[in-house]
């Protein structure tokens, strides 16, 4: 919804006010996304999934509760926009890396995808 997208951009022009990098920004975007991703497709039991993406069981616990709403809004489609977002967020960060896109802009495009997938969810 536009009130999540309105606290996401909240909290990142916090985390830029306070110094944080748009590449360290964009690393922990794309590692959350991978780590949720890797819990929604995972059937293997929690001690090897916790082992695989190294989580506590706690984090596993509140990971998988996050995966769960989510899923639950859009049944069809989760797993598929959570893979394309993985993929897209895994290329940004090699066209960052590779000097084809700044940090900023990386980071811009990232945020506008995510928050392109919040607002569709927000929609069903």
Do not use: C, H, W
């Not at 306070?18 to 975007?29: F, V, Y």
């Not at 780590?35 to 190294?54: C, G, N, W």
């Not at 899923?71 to 989760?78: E, Q, S």
């Not at 084809?100 to 802009?105: I, L």
């Amino acid at each position: 919804s536009s009130g999540k997208n309105q606290e996401a951009i909240k909290i990142l022009q916090a985390l830029k006010k306070r110094g944080e990098r748009s590449s360290a920004i964009l690393g922990l975007l794309s590692s959350t996304y991978r780590r949720l991703f890797q819990i929604a497709i995972s059937t293997s039991p929690d001690d090897v999934v916790m082992s695989a993406i190294k989580v506590s069981t706690s984090a596993l616990m509140m990971n998988r509760k996050i995966v769960m709403q989510n899923r639950n809004k859009d049944k069809a489609g989760y797993i598929p926009k959570m893979k394309k977002a993985v993929e897209y967020l895994a290329k940004l960060e090699y066209m960052m890396k590779t000097y084809q896109v700044t940090e900023d802009k990386a980071l811009d495009l990232a945020m506008a995808y995510l928050m392109t997938i919040q607002e569709a969810n927000g929609r069903k």
